[in-house]
Nanobody, 119 residues
Framework: QAQVVESGGGLVQPGGSLRLSCSTS????????MSWYRRAPGKERELVAQ???????YYADSVKGRFTMSEDNAKNTVYLQMNSLKPDDTAVYYC?????????????WGQGTQVTVSS
């Protein structure tokens, strides 16, 4: 059973928008730092956005000003609103939950959702 599930990917034209969703369990969500990563063809995995338990956010320079990460605590869900999409944004987007306990690190990865930006 998948513990982190992404959805919302698809095909969009340049300049368009998509909103990705990532749902997980209350156990994972309440104890984890949530992030979005992506992997484009021929490129290394890239951290796109991250939100901490304190509410602080981080965005990669490549998406800053275009992407917005948010969370809904009641739904154990994080979102990635992607605006002004570019062909270079084409990638598989992964939701990641990172949990630490007594120095040990626990990683939870979603299966990925494909985002294709093309005319």
């Amino acid at each position: 059973q998948a513990q982190v599930v992404e959805s919302g990917g698809g095909l969009v034209q340049p300049g368009g928008s998509l909103r990705l969703s990532c749902s997980t369990s209350a156990f994972i969500f309440s104890r984890s730092e949530m992030s979005w990563y992506r992997r484009a063809p021929g490129k290394e995995r890239e951290l796109v956005a991250q939100i901490s338990s304190g509410g602080g956010t981080y965005y990669a320079d490549s998406v800053k000003g275009r992407f917005t990460m948010s969370e809904d605590n009641a739904k154990n869900t994080v979102y990635l609103q992607m605006n002004s999409l570019k062909p270079d944004d084409t990638a598989v987007y992964y939701c990641y939950a990172g949990r630490r306990q007594f120095g040990a690190k626990f990683d939870y990865w979603g299966q990925g959702t494909q985002v294709t930006v093309s005319s």
